[in-house]
């Protein structure tokens, strides 16, 4: 094999995927995250023969709003695949976006996150899918190691530093030093359960049936991890179903009864905060004194949730630059980066 041929073949088209349960990114290799869509497919059923319709924010808009022959399903549920099939299909399509069709582009070499409670039997579904996808060879890092790399933590240093990473389907609590995990546990809370407890509070309190991806608005634009210092907040019209007449109906709601509605989920997060403290070695502990926890994922993006975990633990607690992508960025510098070699695992 020509050393050119080696270049396209095991350089420039080499991936990170941040497969996650809501969104998943792509960071390839010298280019940086170059897709950010939905983990959504929709499938389409014709005289018992299933096809792919949409992949990613044209099936995202379909949830919901499907006829009979048409599912919009997530393959991804707690962080990890539920569906290998519609998860394998989903990452051909991502990789076929971003790189086209073209016969160089086809066998990438593959860095996939993964959350840190995973299986081996989840993390084989994972590496069974990017494989059968067209990945040459897949490499797996853990999830909370990828967001401190990507949150710009002193990885590499002999300090302790924390991160708590809530993504949509597990929320990832680690202590982190010398490119390992001094600590780490994976806690099944994440926006997904947040979305679900919205849901069950307007049905519970109102009476209305609304749908995940009304619960999903209502959380990124008005969520709140605790109530209000006026102890109402903004108000918030929302529609849905009213579950006794069984016709449309609009409702207004507060953010101090969206913050009552989260209180469930995300105590159960503060509570891995505490658990994985009480966990930690002295000599770590010191460290994070100092520095802090740092939050990332799109879970950090509540209002006041930084706030309400400074209270509950008494330490520093910043939220990362771009939560949203820590992930997908601190897998693809694992891939660019030989200081960062070590924290990659061979699927």
């Known amino acids: 094999m020509s050393s050119f041929f080696k270049f396209f073949r095991f350089g420039s088209q080499n991936m990170a995927i941040d497969l996650g349960t809501a969104n998943t990114l792509v960071y390839v290799q010298d280019r940086g995250i170059v897709l950010n869509e939905p983990s959504v497919v929709a499938i389409e059923t014709t005289n018992g023969v299933k096809r792919v319709k ?41 990789i076929q976006k971003v790189h086209g069709k073209k016969t160089l582009f086809r066998y990438p070499e593959i860095v996939i996150c993964v959350p840190s409670g995973s299986t081996s039997v989840e993390r084989r579904a994972i590496r069974d899918a990017a494989s059968n996808a067209g990945a040459s060879e897949v490499f797996l890092i853990l999830e909370p190691m990828a967001a401190a790399i990507g949150a710009d933590m002193p990885v590499t240093e002999p300090v302790g530093s924390m991160v708590v990473d809530i993504g949509g389907g597990t929320t990832e609590v680690a202590v982190l030093s010398l490119r390992g995990l001094a600590y780490t546990t ?7 359960k947040m979305d679900e407890a919205i849901v069950s509070y307007v049905r519970r ?8 991806s009304t619960a999903e608005r ?8 605790r109530i209000p210092a006026d102890g109402v907040g903004l ?16 409702i207004s709601i507060n953010q101090a009864q969206i913050a009552e509605a989260l209180s ?27 520095q802090g926890i740092v939050l990332t994922g799109g879970g950090a993006l509540i209002a006041e ?14 939220v990362a630059e771009d939560p949203l992508t820590c992930v997908a960025i601190g897998t693809g510098r ?4 030989p200081a960062f070699r070590g924290v990659l695992q061979q699927a």
């Open 54 to 94: 949409a992949v990613g924010d044209d099936a995202k808009l379909m949830m919901g709003k499907t006829p009979d022959n048409i599912e919009a399903i997530r393959p991804l549920r707690d962080g990890v695949i539920a569906d290998i099939e519609i998860a394998e299909a989903m990452i051909k399509h991502f």
């Open 186 to 192: 994976s806690v099944r809370t994440g926006g997904d």
């Open 205 to 212: 309190h109102h009476n209305l049936l609304i749908g995940e």
């Open 218 to 225: 209502i959380k990124k634009d008005f969520g709140i991890a």
């Open 235 to 250: 108000t918030i019209h929302i529609k849905g179903r009213d579950l006794v007449n069984g016709v449309p109906k609009e």
């Open 264 to 290: 469930e989920p995300i105590g159960t997060i503060v509570e891995g905060v505490r658990i994985a403290l009480e966990n930690t070695a002295p000599e770590l502990a010191a460290d994070i004194v100092d």
């Open 305 to 318: 949730l930084d706030e309400l975990l400074r209270d509950a633990t008494g330490l520093p607690v910043t």
């Open 334 to 337: 694992a891939m660019e980066d």
